[in-house]
């Protein structure tokens, strides 16, 4: 068997053209095609290992707001739990001010009831000694009695203050000239008290004033002088209604 470097040259040739072919249009493809592959495989992985690592994170942030929600709604409960304990705080302090109050009224109340049946009471009382005391003033009463009261209002007269003294004077001088001295009696005078009278009231007044004399059994003693618009109150039944004020105003 001959060597042929013809066709030796040519299959090498031929081989050569082959695998020229072969790379050209069947491997370089494939390799493109791989080569493509791998990186879309690449970036799949990539993308999926950024996804998870994204849903770490947001299950990370997700547990971190669960924690903080959990957080905020202790401390909704408690600011509620306090704010529920300060009202109700607040409303037993209404309830006692208010029960309080009420009890103050009614107390006020109970006082002002007491303290008016008292009131009526005592007015009651006094009325009922007021009639008691008058009607034994009028069984005691008599023209004896009469003029010792007279006996004490010429000493009063006679040392009557000046306040009243000038009250005295300025309602005689508003007297016509022929003015008189008015007097009230419960009993009878005589004449020599009816001169003592006019002489007292005179001397008083800073003139000379007759008297004249009417009769007024309800006076029970004493008298009644009126020296114009000025009245000298001296009897049993003007002395009973004074004390009978003064119990009233008391």
């Given at each position: ?96 001010q208010s029960l309080a109050d009420e009890d103050g009224k009614a107390r006020v109340r109970n006082a002002a009831a007491t303290a008016s049946h008292e009131a009526g009471l005592i007015r009651l009382a006094a009325s009922e000694a007021y009639r008691n005391v008058a009607a034994m003033l009028r ?51 005589d004449d020599g008290t009816r001169q003592q009278i006019a002489r007292g009231v005179s001397a008083a007044a800073g003139r000379s004033l007759p008297v004249t ?38």
């Amino acid at each position: 068997m001959q060597f042929d470097w013809t066709t030796f040259v040519l299959e090498v040739l031929n081989f050569l053209v082959l695998v020229w072919i072969l790379k050209r249009f069947l491997y370089q493809p494939v390799l493109t095609v791989l080569d493509s592959r791998q990186a879309r495989i690449e970036s799949e992985m990539a993308q999926a290992a950024r996804l998870q690592q994204e849903g770490a994170s947001l299950r990370q942030q997700y547990a971190e707001r669960l924690a903080q929600w959990a957080e905020e709604r202790e401390q909704l409960r408690q600011q509620l739990q306090q704010e529920l304990g300060q009202l109700r705080a607040a409303g037993m302090e209404k309830i006692r001010q208010s029960l309080a109050d009420e009890d103050g009224k009614a107390r006020v109340r109970n006082a002002a009831a007491t303290a008016s049946h008292e009131a009526g009471l005592i007015r009651l009382a006094a009325s009922e000694a007021y009639r008691n005391v008058a009607a034994m003033l009028r069984r005691l009463a008599s023209p004896m009695l009469t003029a010792s009261i007279v006996q004490l209002l010429l000493e009063d007269l006679a040392a009557l203050p000046e306040e009243q003294r000038a009250a005295l004077r300025s309602a005689a001088e508003k007297l016509a000239a022929d003015g008189q001295a008015e007097v009230a009696s419960a009993h009878p005078l005589d004449d020599g008290t009816r001169q003592q009278i006019a002489r007292g009231v005179s001397a008083a007044a800073g003139r000379s004033l007759p008297v004249t004399v009417s009769a007024d059994a309800a006076l029970i003693a004493g008298v009644r002088v009126a020296v114009g618009e000025c009245r000298l109150h001296a009897n049993l039944l003007d002395e009973l209604a004074f004390f009978r004020r003064q119990n009233g105003r008391a």
